[in-house]
């Protein structure tokens, strides 16, 4: 059990989703604090029967904390996560600042539970839309080696925070009584609409988000050589994301196969009977923390090639339920 506990960004969405998973798995502790911006300090939270009052995001506040679950932007992750650390505390980090530093462990504990024990005070969760790739990957990559991906992402709109789904509630709510609406988020019309950029250009014509799942892949599988091509698409859905993945193995897997090894994987839900119109949609993945797996089928433009339809909650196991697992897996290790 650990002594003290903080969430930070405890008044965001995923911050919001992480104090529910705490109290809906009993992950234990004697004390716990809430933080935020100073916008949200002073609010009141109700966790566990009782009423926190929400503290300041301050470096002081990580006095005596010995874990803290952290989802906040990149800019501010950069000021105060080597602040806790300095303070004996261990950062289970939700932020993108981190992921790519050698001496932070990027971890799905599904997939690479192991590197968590590397960790020199700060832990990493990936990207949302490269998490649930990666965990439908893993049982495929250690069956045959997977040599190249090619994705495309339906990201709902969740992934851009409460501005991204207030902005898809209220143009959809303008459109209709016809009246003038200004995007508080997205540079374009997100009702009805389809924008296929998430993120900044990064390299050659590709976004920032498209990039973080070729550069975090590698690291999570600890495989450099795995080719990956990403389209990032923001689609009026108000959560779950949903990806079109075709990957090509050194090893044929046959279809059956991949079943068989999509179902054996912990935290992976195979539903697949095109016949009888059932496959996963992101109705069936909402407040759920599996991967749902279907239209799985051989890609006929390759010899070694297999393609699947994969949805999961983003705010969910793409981002909070990921960070407590590795809290858990934490907790479970104390002592090593």
């Not at 799942?213 to 689609?235: G, P």
């Not at 075709?246 to 179902?263: D, G, M």
């Not at 912990?266 to 496959?279: E, H, I, R, T, W």
Request: glycine residues 6%; contains cysteine; neutral net charge.
């Amino acid at each position: 059990m650990f002594e003290s506990i903080a969430v930070v960004g405890a008044t965001g969405a995923v911050g919001t989703i992480i104090r529910q998973l705490l109290e809906a798995r009993q992950f234990p502790f004697k004390r716990i604090k809430f933080l935020a911006s100073a916008r949200s300090a002073g609010k009141e939270i109700r966790f566990g029967g009782q009423t926190y009052r929400v503290e300041e995001l301050r470096p002081e506040a990580f006095e005596g904390v010995e874990l803290a679950i952290a989802s906040t932007p990149d800019e501010v992750a950069r000021d105060f996560v080597p602040a806790a650390v300095e303070r004996g505390c261990v950062v289970v980090d939700e932020s993108a600042y981190f992921r790519m530093d050698p001496r932070v462990p990027l971890v799905i504990p599904e997939v690479n539970a192991h590197a968590i024990w590397r960790h020199q005070g700060i832990i990493s969760s990936p990207n949302c839309s490269t998490t649930q790739m990666v965990v439908a990957m893993k049982p495929l990559h250690d069956y045959g080696r997977i040599r190249r991906v090619v994705v495309s992402t339906y990201q709902a709109v969740s992934g851009a925070g409460l501005a991204g789904s207030r902005d898809l509630e209220n143009a959809t709510r303008a459109r209709f009584e016809k009246k003038p609406h200004r995007n508080e988020c997205f540079p374009h019309p997100i009702d009805f609409n389809l924008i296929p950029q998430i993120g900044s250009p990064k390299y050659e014509g590709y976004t920032s988000e498209e990039m973080k799942m070729v550069h975090e892949t590698r690291k999570i599988l600890e495989d450099d050589s795995i080719q990956i091509c990403a389209t990032c698409v923001r689609v009026p859905v108000t959560n779950c994301h949903s990806e079109t993945i075709h990957v090509e193995t050194e090893k044929k897997i046959t279809v059956a196969e991949a079943r068989r090894l999509f179902a054996a994987m912990p935290g992976v839900v195979v539903m697949d009977d095109l016949a009888n119109k059932v496959y996963p949609m992101p109705i069936h993945a909402d407040g759920r923390d599996e991967v749902f797996i279907g239209r799985i089928r051989e890609d006929i433009s390759c010899p070694n090639g297999l393609v699947f339809w994969c949805v999961s909650d983003n705010l969910r196991k793409g981002a909070a339920t990921n960070a407590v697992q590795i809290a858990e897996a934490l907790l479970k290790g104390q002592g090593r």
